[in-house]
């Protein structure tokens, strides 16, 4: 009696949920699968380069983007683990077209001396980037933890290395840009989830605490994306949702509870995107912006720059000036 009551109360409402949910994702996946297959480019072999594609989010991306280019396409992985970016690289469509390579960058992105050697080495070294992913990030319960450069370790992976990677590759988003290819630049964060900010404590020196970094790190990337698009006309900048996404953040967190969290988290993968349907919808996100700032969703639908937007003309002004400072080590 009891255990019915238990199975239709909770078991029959949380199985029909979940199979509408597979069922309202199934033709969104399928429409951005068959979006990206078209829009990749054709008519040039594009560059693209992926920090933070060693691991979920940006592995999927990555992915999404060699299967759709059946390989033909510089792909370069930017992260710290060498190994899993090479059996990532082993499972792309390897490129036919002469000269054309799919290959692992190492740079910690913690570390802005670090982002501006590795960053400045491959802009030097390749003229025109089409499409710049930024995926890197960590989950972590610890308070504030610098740097050697006095920087946050969270709020360097998911902010300052971020901006400052862009910062330096723009010659060549821009070189390609001005030879009418794709130029587009996307961070992968969490557009539209971010809170006010305190212009007084940017880099939350003084009033660091997990909700505060929690929701700055968001609107941080929000005003990035509108400032840099402000500056740079013609090119795309992205901030992406990913939405809960199964990936291998919990295993890589140097907090012991999410550490083992990880082994529940078969029980809410039905809620969470896989990482290739999330590769799909942010590749879709990417290769469907226009010109200008975008901010867009779990599914890679626009959202808007209005909706839960906490930067002002004068954010931009001061955390652009406290940014290129902080990372200027
Ligand atoms: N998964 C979700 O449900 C979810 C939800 C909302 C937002 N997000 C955000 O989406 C982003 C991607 O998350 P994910 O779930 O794909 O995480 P993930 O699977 O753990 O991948 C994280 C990536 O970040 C890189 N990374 C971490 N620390 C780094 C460092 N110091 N230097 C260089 N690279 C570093 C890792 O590369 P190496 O190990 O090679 O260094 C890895 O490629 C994160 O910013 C996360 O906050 C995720
Ligand atoms: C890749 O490029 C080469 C050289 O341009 C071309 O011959 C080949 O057909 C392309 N392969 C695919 C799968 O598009
Ligand atoms: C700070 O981060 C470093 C590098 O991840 C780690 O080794 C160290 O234990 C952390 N310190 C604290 C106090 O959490």
């Known amino acids: 009696m009891r255990l019915s009551l238990l199975l239709t109360s909770i078991f029959v ?3 029909s949920f979940i199979f509408y949910l597979n069922f309202v994702s199934m033709p969104a996946l399928s429409a951005a699968r068959a979006f990206n297959a078209l829009h990749v480019p054709k008519s040039y072999i594009p560059t693209a380069i992926f920090v933070g594609g060693t691991s979920g989010i940006g592995q999927g991306m990555a992915e999404a983007f060699a299967r759709h280019t059946q390989g033909n396409a510089s792909i370069i992985l930017v992260g710290r683990n060498r190994k899993a970016a090479e059996e990532i690289i082993a499972g792309f469509p390897k490129p036919t077209a002469p000269g054309v390579k ?6 910690d992105m913690t570390l802005m001396k670090t982002v501006r050697r590795v960053a400045g080495e491959l802009q030097a070294r390749i003229p025109r980037v089409n499409f710049l992913v930024l995926t890197p990030g960590i989950l972590t319960l610890d308070g504030r933890n610098e740097t050697e450069e006095g920087i946050d370790r969270k709020l360097a992976v998911h902010y300052y290395g971020r901006w400052r990677f862009i910062k330096e590759m723009l010659p060549s988003v821009e070189a390609a840009h001005a030879a009418g290819e794709d130029a587009k630049v996307m961070s992968v964060l969490a557009a539209g989830q971010g809170g006010a900010i305190d212009l007084e ?5 003084k009033s660091f605490s997990l909700p505060n970094a929690a929701h700055s ?3 941080y990337n929000d005003i990035m994306v509108i400032d840099f698009a402000a500056r740079y006309p013609g090119i795309s900048f992205i901030h992406g949702f990913p939405g809960g996404v199964n990936t291998g953040l919990l295993k890589a967190s140097n907090t012991g509870s999410l550490r083992y969290a990880r082994f529940i988290q ?3 993968s039905p809620f969470l995107y896989s990482v290739e349907a999330s590769g799909e919808h942010q590749l879709y996100a990417l290769l469907n912006a226009g010109p200008g700032a975008v901010r867009t969703n779990a599914k890679g639908d626009d959202i808007g720059l209005q909706k839960n937007y906490y930067g002002s003309a004068e954010a931009m002004e001061r955390l652009w000036k406290h940014t290129e400072e902080e990372t200027t080590h």
């Open 266 to 268: 078969p029980l809410f």
């Open 201 to 205: 404590d940017l880099g939350l020196k």
């Open 217 to 219: 790190a968001p609107t």
């Open 13 to 15: 409402p949380l199985l």
């Open 102 to 107: 799919h290959e692992f960058v190492e740079c």
